[in-house]
């Protein structure tokens, strides 16, 4: 069992980093599409909303997988999933947005877990 423990950071930093990682190219490939979402939620500026989304998630996301930095990057992936969940999954009276609701803040306190230990022994930084 002692021989897993080196792989539980890396797997945890690989499952949330590389999570944060492909939604940002999501956003970045489906650009208009996010945006007109946005828009539509009455989210202002919506356009600067998801370029400032897009490189939170894949700089974020990049510092989480590769334990680079993780501190400042699992601070921001933490703050942005728990606005996420505020700003679009605050309706509780549709069960799917709110258990969308709880997995992002289930996700930030991974994250908030990350800025407290660091990356562990397997990481850019070690």
Do not use: C
Not at 23 to 34: D, E, M, P, Q, R
Not at 73 to 91: E, P, R, S, V
Request: cysteine-free; overall charge positive.
């Amino acid at each position: 069992m002692n021989q897993l423990l080196p792989w539980g950071p890396l797997l945890a930093r690989i499952f949330i980093g590389g999570l944060f990682l492909i939604s940002g190219i999501a956003k970045l490939t489906g650009f208009a599409g996010v945006v007109a979402f946005a828009e539509s939620t009455g989210i202002p500026a919506a356009s600067l909303a998801i370029i400032l989304a897009i490189l939170v998630e894949v700089l974020g996301g990049l510092s989480v997988l590769l334990g680079y930095k993780i501190k400042v990057g699992a601070t921001l992936l933490a703050i942005f999933a728990i606005a996420t969940a505020i700003l679009f999954h605050a309706d509780f009276a549709d069960q799917a947005q709110q258990a969308l609701f709880m997995k992002n803040f289930a996700i930030a306190g991974g994250l908030l877990y990350m800025v407290r230990f660091g990356a562990g022994k397997m990481a850019i930084e070690k």
